[in-house]
């Protein structure tokens, strides 16, 4: 049986010298208008009394991330993290679940082309530094120094080599593997080909759920390692605006 099973190759247009991968442009453009679409939905119909499903599921979602942010870095939460963890996750689950369409073939999901998640790496681990050195200086140097000096160039290779590219790559190969699977499902006989490939798309939308969730969490875990690097006297100048959005 012939196999015409193409992984990782994308619908791409040459611009300027530069490639683009226009089926992970226009998933990604989807994905980001039913986070956008479905988060204002919920804002206009929000209801104290008589929330919908979709409403308990975001609130749902926003309760997790701030336990997580609480239990993780106490009151020490910078400005618009809790909110950048809820849209990163709900951001990846859909990008992921559109696995679970039949126009996978032509349109993948997004996070399964490595520039995607190579770009929301960069953002997170920008803003992460960025916010790290502002927030404490000291700590900042104290996370790469310490406990042990002689390992400082390791630990230096580790944040800013070895986290940024694990957690890229622990996103990407698995939506990748998914798509792979998927595909393979694909050249069973057809008498055989709805019981598999209904369970597999099952178990992929799981896998991309806990995607979702790992990386939400990795984020949240790796603010909260500067946190705990700072000093005292560092923690407790942090201004009542960011520590409330962590303990609400």
Known sequence: MSSDLTPGQHWSVEL??????LDTILATVIAGGIVAGTGLFVARRASVTNPGRLQLAYEALVGWVRRQVRDGMGLDAPAGLVGFCVTTFAFILVCNWLAALPTEHVLPPPTADVNLVYAMTLVVFTWLNVWAIRFSPRGYVRHITEPYKVMAGFEF?????SRPASLALRLFGNLLAGGIMVSVIGLLPAY?????NAGWKL??????AIQALIFTQLTIIYFADYVHAAPPEDRRAVSAAPASEGSS
Do not use: K, Q, S
Request: aromatic share 28%; charged share 5%.
């Open 16 to 21: 300027a010298g530069m490639t683009f991968h």
């Open 203 to 208: 178990f992929d939308m799981f896998i991309g």
């Open 157 to 161: 290779v580790i944040t800013y080599f």
């Open 192 to 196: 055989l080909l709805w019981l598999p």
